[in-house]
């Protein structure tokens, strides 16, 4: 009896993470929609120092609201900062200029190779072992990327332009390295919190020191849509990290990397006369999709 009890609450927990990763994709995705809107009437750098703002506010709250700080490790926290430095200014900046120069739908599809590069990475770095399902999602993606960077000519951008969503998954690929080392001494949610702080510290410096001055000028819908893309965008995070705390990773992953297809989906509703979604991105939107589902659910068979 007892062992139908838990192989019951293990399949309720497996249903809800894969319930969680599809709403974080979907949030992941309306953070998309909600930047490219408020790009609109603002400029990358300034969506870019809001998002990191309004998640660092939320973050702290949900720490504190869960049990407060508690022991803090210096090792961990070194690394989550520099997680912050590293991969959050870079990935959140570049990820607002990829929006900016490439389109929501484009974009949205090049930043989820962040669990390729993020194995790529552990390959190189942490001694993880190349299988069969590497190599055939990588092929896979690099198919899918082909075809969205020749796709510019169509969508009014040039291919090189792809190397800004390019940059953005490296930067996330590095953070999802570096938080897989800090998390042995620090939980999720608290190590989170403290890559947004850095983040956000070092970019209000960079911003101030160069004499931006577009967040006090943010006003009216952009400011908006940049402070709903930051509240959807880091809930969608939130429950990434709870989904993987139910399920395994090689279920939640792939259902969150769905994000772009939510991505074109919502474009053709809420971004008619902004984006142009041709039939090239969304055979290439699938392939990279199915590629990193691919590698990340068959990992290590």
Known sequence: MNVLVSLAAEGRGATLAAVLALAAALLSA????????????????????????????????????????????????????????????????????????VGAAVSAAVSSLTP????????????????????VGTI?????????????????????????????????????????MGLDEMGPVLGTSINLTAAVIAFSALMLASGHRGIYACRGRPLIHFVFAGLTENAGVLLTIVALTLGAVSVVIPLTAAMPIFVLILSHFFLKGVEVITARV???????????????????H
């Open 140 to 180: 896979v993606i690099t198919i899918g990327t082909v075809l969205l960077s020749t796709s510019g000519g169509r969508l009014g951008f040039r291919p090189w332009l792809i190397v800004w969503p390019l940059i953005s998954a490296t930067c996330f690929g590095i953070v999802q390295i570096i938080r897989k």
């Open 30 to 101: 309306v953070a998309t929609i909600f930047a490219r809107q408020g790009l609109r009437g603002s400029d990358p750098y300034t969506g870019a120092w809001i998002n990191m703002i309004v998640g660092a506010v939320g973050l702290w709250i949900c720490v504190f609201v869960t049990g407060g700080v508690g022991e803090v490790s210096s090792r961990s926290l070194l690394l989550f900062a520099v997680a912050g430095l590293i991969g959050t200014v870079g990935g959140r900046l570049t990820r607002f200029l990829a929006i900016a120069k």
């Open 282 to 300: 969304v055979a290439g939107t699938l392939l990279i999709v199915l590629g990193v589902c691919v590698i990340t659910a068959l990992a290590g």
């Open 116 to 135: 390729l590069i993020a194995t790529f990475l552990a390959i190189l770095l942490l001694g993880e072992r190349v299988t069969l399902p590497i190599l």
